[in-house]
């Protein structure tokens, strides 16, 4: 176990980032929280959110329990049948072991106080730990219970005394056994009080409650809570310790479910007291919350949720109880929460398979919820006229601002308006709410106003308002609250601005926006230009916004048409937010537009003007989907630069941070068919909604989750790609069994990055329906090309002048064929045709064929040219840097060469020469130019060896030199370097297989004799990709592992004396 520095030493290499799966968390104190990734044990402050420190416990075992003895600060670490005692102080960020050995069976789990710990192994054996003297570092480990023939699926050990332990097992049958133990002075005593059998499936969690108060449950004093893959949550009453079962005498066949009617059985069975089914999956964990008021559950699930449940009176079901489902909280991506601890004062982290610890809301975290009375009156629509008022209007017509705060709202004033019975509609912005109806009246309210002001109108039904405030430059330029409205059947809509005074509000000038035809509108937004001229920008129903430019001195209603009309989505747009481009004009740049549409995707384009006023030019900088579905709401960009989307899924209202990539606000309200508003701020926001025609308010002062340490994708990578800047940053792209596609900006190596924990997400892409096969960036890194099964290949294209991410990534075309079949597209080559913007693009299909495609941005796709390649599946291709000329390895063990040549209007794609390099499958590989007539192709595969092949000129000499038993399992990713440094006869390789070891190998490309150079064993498993990062010394490289996890390492180019050969 080392001493923590910047980066980890591990053997000859330098661990300076990663991002694995949490199997084990603790508090070391209430502030310092313990981690288990892999085989590390890190140590993180929750306020700061950085990396304390990080140490190796074990050589190759993932950590999988961490239990603190919080008087001596001693930290008892446990994975799989390994233990350790280590005295970690943070102060000095500095550990110390004590002790390690290995045990004889699997460790579930472990009490530890005082220094005193039982364990609970995997046959529901226990074992002591003490310390021999206080003053020394020697421990001594028993064995007190012998081991049963059960196999258990999780224990639970709690210390009733420094000799007494109260233990609770669930088997792999769906049994679960209370049993306790307890050492005297002669042998030690065990007693088994209730054996039975508590679900249908797995019992995969169990968790006994502290002792609880006399007045709590009616006198029941502890309580027991199971779960399992049958998706069931069950409390038990396990108050009474004093019956025994004799071992063996209940013994029973093996199977799931309730197998006995035996009345002896069914009588070492506790009373149920509640069961609630919950999660869409499996349920990992349970804790009991006895902090919170009343008595709380907690479940966390394979689905990667957190559900909170309370323990109600439930007088008309068949158990005592009821388990009421509170919330449900996502703030863990992908699948799997693994890990669980709670803090001295009751909060709660979680840890799961992406990497993130996120820290969750306790009861008191400032969420409330409140209803607001209406009395007798029916609610119709409302609107936030500023964080503390609310306006609404009712279905007699009255007009009732509301004051919000943080006791129950109160009412200003009420107004009743006639006209407004039956229908209205209401916009605010600002301080001014703007209500209209059935009629030609439109009513202004503000809070320095007694009453409603009347405002010209049109005559007609008011369909909808639209209301923003736009900042006022110069005094000339009028109010600076504007407001669009529209009507039934009116082929224009007038546009008005207001300014508010102490006398209230007062209307500066009123112009008419003629309408494109069949053009609904959705969403507005309006700016002021420099110079004064205002912008106003009005989206439509069928996904086209059109824009309207003019002076604010024309006169009162004219009529203006629209300078440009543009389709930016291809369903009704639900927002749009302006924002002006803060930089000295460049081309007649004029700002960004932000929208938000119900085709599920968020986009930001690029507004200039060219020729003055009189043309305006779009174009599409950014455009991804939300995880929101079709119900996308709006969008917002606060003062911090914080972007957040609001939509429904399913029954809940969901804020979504696009800067983390997470949801940062949860509200169960019933779904989206519902009257709803909300006015965010950085700190948190105020929810309204209307369900059962009552209104509900709910006010959140802070983020319901706060994550100490952002996290990556919850499913194994499958496939990388990283394009390298001038700066030194890199982007990179991975994609996984979770269908999605991270896009991540590494820093320059430098100082801040070696000390950073986390690997913040730039852009999720949610494009494929299958995880991503296969990634590759252009050249110049204007484009990203992915493929997957299902036919599936995108061609994304990257901007780098997007505003506030930097980065930019759209959608530019999808392959004809996608989603046409179940094929996978294993492998493609995309080299771009000289001096055109056209791309041949060579696929490699799972049923042996290989097809070269031609692809132009504004032309699209061209099938050039197919062959089938035997019958064996090829698992990649590759380009040699001659024109259409590639290169194909295949589950037949073989590399073949193919040459694509047109001879007059005929395409001829064919293999020329065929050659084995392995005795399996060849998983992974990589080419290299040598020399104007020579290639590399390294390749690794399934038989543990890599192969080194060189490659003719003509493509049919071919020859391999093959290092078998290269690692101790099948070689899954590899990348070359060089020739490197003065020595061009020297090339390096570094590899990576399913043994977990990350290998540097040194390549006499004269001689063709490998060296081992390195050999570091990584904590991700299952590696897929291998990736070369930037470094600051020619002397060593950056390698990036990826799996499931992810490292980054530094590597230096020899050999470290000592290191495996």
């Not at 990578?717 to 896009?743: C, E, F, P, W």
Request: glycine share 8%; with cysteine.
């Amino acid at each position: 176990m080392s001493q923590h520095g910047s980066r980890l030493q591990r053997r000859g290499g330098q661990l300076e980032r990663h991002a694995l799966p949490i199997t084990a968390l603790a508090y070391h104190d209430d502030d310092t929280i313990l981690a288990g990734e892999g085989s590390l044990l890190c140590a993180y402050s929750e306020s700061k959110q950085e990396l304390l420190g990080r140490w190796r416990v074990f050589e190759d075992q993932a950590i999988h329990g961490i239990v603190v003895d919080h008087d001596s600060k001693d930290v008892l670490i446990f994975g799989g049948r390994w233990l350790s005692i280590a005295k970690l102080d943070i102060g000095t960020v500095s550990i110390v072991a004590q002790m390690q050995r290995q045990v004889d069976d699997w460790i579930l789990d472990a009490s530890f106080k005082a220094g005193r710990g039982a364990l609970i192994t995997a046959h529901n054996a226990l074992l002591t730990i003490d310390k021999q003297d206080q003053s020394s570092p020697a421990w001594s480990v028993v064995h007190q219970v012998r081991g049963s023939n059960t196999i258990l699926y999780c224990a639970h050990v709690q210390a009733i005394s420094q000799d007494q332990w109260l233990i609770a097992s669930g088997t792999a049958f769906g049994d679960v056994i209370v049993w306790s133990c307890q050492r005297k002075e002669g042998p030690v005593v065990a007693a088994t009080h209730y054996s039975f059998s508590a679900h249908e499936g797995s019992t995969f969690g169990v968790c006994i409650s502290a002792e609880l108060p006399e007045t709590t449950l009616d006198g029941r004093q502890r309580l027991l809570v199971s779960c399992s893959d049958d998706r069931t949550i069950r409390v038990w009453d396990i108050s009474d310790l004093s019956a025994t079962i004799a071992n063996g005498e209940f013994d029973r066949s093996t199977g799931f479910g309730f197998r006995s009617d035996d009345d002896d059985i069914l009588q070492s069975r506790p009373s149920l007291l509640a069961k609630a089914m919950g999660h869409v999956s499996r349920i990992w964990h349970v804790r009991f919350d006895d902090t919170a008021p009343g008595m709380l559950v907690k479940s966390f699930g394979e689905d990667a949720t957190t559900i909170s449940w309370t323990l109600q009176v439930d007088r008309s079901g068949s158990s005592p109880y009821a388990l009421k489902h509170i919330d449900i909280f996502s703030a863990n991506a992908g699948k799997h929460i693994w890990a669980v601890a709670r803090s001295g004062n009751g909060r709660f982290i979680a840890g799961g398979s992406d990497g993130a610890i996120a820290c969750l809301p306790t009861q008191d975290n400032g969420c409330q919820d409140q209803e607001l009375s209406t009395g007798t009156e029916t609610p119709k629509a409302y609107a936030f006229v500023d964080e503390h008022t609310l306006i609404l209007t009712t279905q007699r017509g009255h007009i009732i601002p509301y004051r919000l705060g943080s006791h129950q709202p109160s009412v200003l004033r009420e107004f009743l308006r006639s006209d407004l019975g039956n229908y209205s509609v209401v916009a605010a912005a600002s301080g001014i709410a703007f209500v209209g109806g059935n009629g030609a009246a439109l009513y202004a309210w503000s809070d320095s106003a007694s009453l409603p002001v009347s405002v010209d109108s049109d005559p007609g039904k008011t369909t909808a308002l639209f209301a923003c405030t736009m900042p006022v430059v110069l005094p000339s330029e009028g109010g600076n609250h504007a407001l669009l409205i529209t009507k039934v059947n009116n082929p224009r809509a007038t546009f008005k601005l207001f300014s508010n005074s102490s006398q209230g509000p007062t209307l500066s000038s009123s112009v008419y926006y003629t309408l494109p035809n069949e053009f609904f509108v959705t969403a507005s937004t309006h700016a002021r230009l420099e110079g004064g001229d205002l912008l106003s920008i009005l989206g439509s129903r069928q996904g086209t916004v059109a824009f309207y430019r003019h002076s604010c001195t024309l006169p009162n209603d004219a009529n203006i048409e629209p300078l440009l009309v543009a389709t930016i989505h291809t369903e009704a747009v639900t927002s749009l937010t302006w924002r002006p481009d803060a930089r000295q004009p460049q081309q007649g740049l004029l700002g960004h537009l932000f929208s938000t549409s119900r085709d599920s995707t968020y986009a930001i384009h690029e507004l200039c003007a060219i020729s003055g006023v009189h043309m305006l030019t779009i174009s599409r900088l950014h455009q991804l989907k939300l995880p929101l579905g079709p119900n996308v709401g709006g969008l917002t960009i606060l003062q911090d630069d914080q972007v957040l989307a609001w939509g429904f899924r399913s029954t809940h209202f969901i804020v979504y941070s696009i800067n983390s990539q997470r949801e940062v606000f949860t509200v169960d309200c019933g779904g989206a068919h519902r009257n709803w508003a909300i006015w965010p701020r950085s700190d948190g926001f105020t929810f309204v909604w209307t369900k059962a025609s009552r209104v509900f308010i709910k006010h959140f002062r802070q983020t319901m989750t706060q994550m100490v340490k952002t996290g990556s994708h919850g499913r194994e990578v499958k496939s990388m790609a990283i394009k390298h800047y001038s700066d030194g940053s890199s982007l990179v792209a991975t994609g996984a069994q979770d269908t999605n596609i991270r896009l991540s900006l590494l820093p320059a190596p430098g100082p801040q990055f070696k000390t950073s924990c986390s690997t913040p997400c730039l852009h999720i892409l949610r494009q494929h329906n299958t995880g991503p096969q296969h990634l590759a960036f252009s050249e110049n890194g204007d484009y990203l090309f992915s493929s997957g099964g299902f036919e599936e290949f995108f061609v994304w294209r990257v901007s780098q002048t997007c505003p506030i991410f930097g980065i930019g990534i759209v959608c530019e075309s999808m392959y004809p064929r996608s989603g046409k079949s179940d094929l996978r597209i294993m492998s493609f080559e995309a080299t771009q045709r000289p001096s055109t913007n056209e791309w041949h693009i060579a696929m490699a299909y799972s049923d042996s064929r290989v097809a070269v495609w031609s692809y132009e941005p504004l032309r699209g796709w061209n099938h050039l040219v197919d062959a089938d390649y035997l019958t064996a599946c090829p698992t990649s291709i590759l380009g040699t840097g001659q024109a259409e000329h590639y290169l194909t390895t295949a589950t037949d063990g073989h590399v073949a060469s193919w040459q694509h040549r047109n001879e007059g209007a005929a395409s001829f794609l064919e293999w020329t020469s065929r050659h084995r390099a392995h005795q399996g499958a060849v998983l992974c590989s990589a080419v290299r130019q040598l020399s104007e007539d020579k290639l590399l192709l390294a390749t690794g595969g399934d038989d543990n060896a890599i192969g080194v092949t060189t490659i003719g000129s003509s493509g049919t000499s071919l020859l391999t030199h093959s290092t078998s038993r290269a690692h101790a399992a099948a070689v899954t990713a590899l990348a070359l370097i060089g020739p490197q440094l003065s020595h061009d006869e020297i090339v390096h390789l570094v590899s990576a297989g399913l043994d977990q070891r990350l290998i540097l190998w040194e390549i006499n490309i004269v001689t063709y004799k490998t060296r081992k150079l390195q050999v570091i064993p990584s904590g991700v498993a299952d590696i897929s990709s291998i990736g070369l990062l930037p470094t600051e010394a020619q002397s060593s490289i950056r390698v990036i592992v990826s799996g499931v996890g992810l490292e980054i390492w530094t590597v230096p180019l020899f050999t470290i004396e000592g290191a495996p050969k």
